[in-house]
């Protein structure tokens, strides 16, 4: 923005059109390198933190984890897809570098016959959902399940769905958050 139209709202009304502009092309993500951050962040903007992924062994997830009362563990359905959107959506809201999906996006996502996708339910509400694939270097070899979607309401939640990952311990080795 040219200086003599600074402070005048100019700059919003870009960034206003750009984000209304990758809506309606159903972009995944907006990415900027700010010249100011704190302009920035009352446009909504957040500095992402640097990506790291946990490796654990299969053992390395605690049994009590396993509590009932936590919640209880299921393989989601299709009818799970708006309470796992709206989890995705809340944890976005309170994380950095969690970003908004389009529903091409999620369709995706879920479809994909590699993911496997589970949920916890307490009170027949769903209160977490989690997302894993299963890999292996070569035929025959150690299996890594690795964790690419983990989104709860609170830790009890969390935990849950931790353990029913560590339950598949019989046929993984390591365990990858990311």
């Not at 053992?59 to 359905?77: H, L």
């Not at 070899?141 to 931790?162: M, V």
């Not at 080795?173 to 990311?178: D, G, K, Q, S």
């Amino acid at each position: 923005v040219a200086p003599e139209a600074r402070r005048a709202g100019v700059g919003r009304a870009l960034l206003d059109a750009l984000h209304a502009r990758a809506v309606l092309g159903q972009h995944a993500v907006t990415l900027l390198y700010p010249f100011r951050q704190r302009f920035y962040l009352a446009c909504g903007y957040s500095a992402v933190s640097p990506f790291r992924a946990l490796a654990l062994g299969r053992d390395a997830v605690p049994g009590v984890w396993r509590q009932a009362e936590w919640g209880v563990p299921r393989a989601a359905t299709g009818d799970d897809r708006e309470a796992i959107v709206r989890l995705h959506e809340k944890e976005a809201a309170r994380r950095t570098g969690w970003i908004a999906r389009p529903a091409s996006l999620w369709d995706r996502r879920l479809l994909d016959e590699r993911r496997h996708w589970f949920v916890v339910e307490r009170e027949q509400q769903v209160v977490g959902y989690i997302g894993w694939v299963l890999g292996q270097a070569t035929p025959h070899s150690w299996i890594t399940l690795t964790i690419d979607e983990l989104a709860a309401g609170d830790d009890a939640a969390r935990r849950r769905l931790l353990a029913l990952a560590g339950e598949q311990g019989d046929q993984v080795r390591t365990i990858v958050l990311n």
